[in-house]
């Protein structure tokens, strides 16, 4: 009995021993884990104080800005900076670009109308004058005259044309085939029309 009551101590000797080994890592984690915890956010305290003073160092530099745009008459757009469409400098600018362009476009047209009196601004004929109204209808009847001659020659070739018979080659029943005005073979079939022979390959 004493030998079971020994060894029942001894066991509980080192039940209590192993329990209080693995307790006690686990408390020094624990304030590791609050440690760091404390460490980060003292750290992101700080940043945030910092974010701070910067955001209003930047505000006062736009109210800055802002109060010396108001002070010299320009316009601010809705953030509080000020507006450059509206500054003289690009006012100035755009009107001259606009007035070198009108004065271009000017020069161009008097240089037209001063080397051909008959022309308009654009370079089309004025059919006010005699001379341009002449040269405008000229023109159209002589290209149509030039192209009704080309039709009508054509035309003439095709009804002066007599086709060819070529005895190399027959038709599916026997008929002749015969060579069109532009080289395709082909055969009046029994109703009176042609029919094109393929050409082969």
Partial sequence: ????????????????????????????????????????????????????????AAKKAAKAEAATAVAAGTKLKKDGTPDKRYSAAAKTTAAETKAAAVTKKEAAAKTVASSSPGLKKDGTPDKRYKAAAATATAAPAAAATTTKAAT??????????????DRSLKGPNGEEILTGPRGGKYYINKNG??????REG
């Avoid at 039940?15 to 915890?37: I, R, Y």
């Avoid at 009508?152 to 086709?163: G, L, N, R, S």
């Avoid at 029309?193 to 393929?198: E, G, L």
Wanted: hydrophobic share 45%.
């Fill in 1 to 56: 009995m004493k030998k079971v009551l020994s060894l029942l101590t001894m066991l509980s000797f080192c039940v209590g021993l192993s329990m209080a080994q693995t307790a006690v890592p686990a408390t020094n984690a624990k304030q590791k884990a609050k440690k760091e915890a404390s460490s980060t956010a003292a750290d992101s305290k700080t940043a945030a104080a910092a974010a701070k003073k910067e955001a209003a």
């Fill in 152 to 165: 009508t020659k054509a035309a003439t070739a095709v009804k002066d044309y007599k086709p060819t018979v």
């Fill in 193 to 198: 029309n042609k029919t094109y022979v393929k």
